[in-house]
């Protein structure tokens, strides 16, 4: 970029810019599952944190460079889904994963695929989980916390299983809250 300042980047390289940094939350995601394969916690952390940190990095380069779409929501919702699958698919491979948060994180998760797939053939367009909601910011962060404290095998990750599950179930509650108050506008947006 020949030290281009911000303002000489055209909106193309801005949004490659934003676009490779929330796809680099999937690579992320594998470096960190490959080091907890192999026994390397700490590294296997590191990787993880530095992909959810890109969640929220993207964001903020959207905004700084005034190029937020629809289409970089979708990028990056789908990275997010990606990383966490990626973790979960991982941690039950791993055994570390109690079963009945297995079993309810599977349920969760096609539920959440099941209700997409309604509401595109309901409203006719594609439908996105609202993700950029107080109630999913939480979650997001729970999560983090969560999986990363059983990445690092810590004594009291449960306790953060049970507040991840309850956050999970706010998140579903706004969001049928949400749908059922202002139907399409809100949730097109």
Do not use: W
Not at 66 to 75: H, P, V, Y
Not at 98 to 120: A, H, N, Q, R, Y
Not at 137 to 150: E, N, P, Q
Request: contains cysteine; positive net charge; hydrophobic residues 50%.
């Amino acid at each position: 970029m020949n030290n281009k300042r911000q303002d000489d980047l055209t909106k193309k390289e801005k949004r490659g810019i934003t676009n490779l940094v929330t796809l680099s939350r999937i690579f992320f995601a594998l470096i960190s599952v490959g080091f907890l394969a192999f026994d390397k916690t700490y590294l296997a952390i590191s990787f993880f944190t530095i992909g959810y940190l890109t969640d929220k990095l993207d964001g903020t380069l959207a905004r700084k460079f005034k190029i937020k779409s629809k289409m970089g929501n979708l990028l990056d919702s789908a990275a997010d889904r990606i990383f966490q699958i990626i973790i979960v698919l991982a941690l039950i491979f791993l055994g570390k994963l109690p079963l009945f948060f297995t079993i309810f994180l599977c349920f969760f998760m096609l539920g959440e695929v099941l209700f997409g797939i309604v509401m595109t053939r309901k409203l006719g367009k594609f439908y996105l989980f609202v993700n950029h909601r107080l109630s999913a910011k939480i979650t997001s962060f729970m999560g983090f916390v969560t999986f990363g404290s059983i990445i690092l095998d810590l004594p009291f990750q449960i306790y953060f299983i049970y507040i991840l599950l309850l956050s999970l179930v706010v998140y579903a509650i706004d969001h049928i809250r949400l749908l059922v108050k202002n139907r399409e506008k809100e949730l097109l947006k």
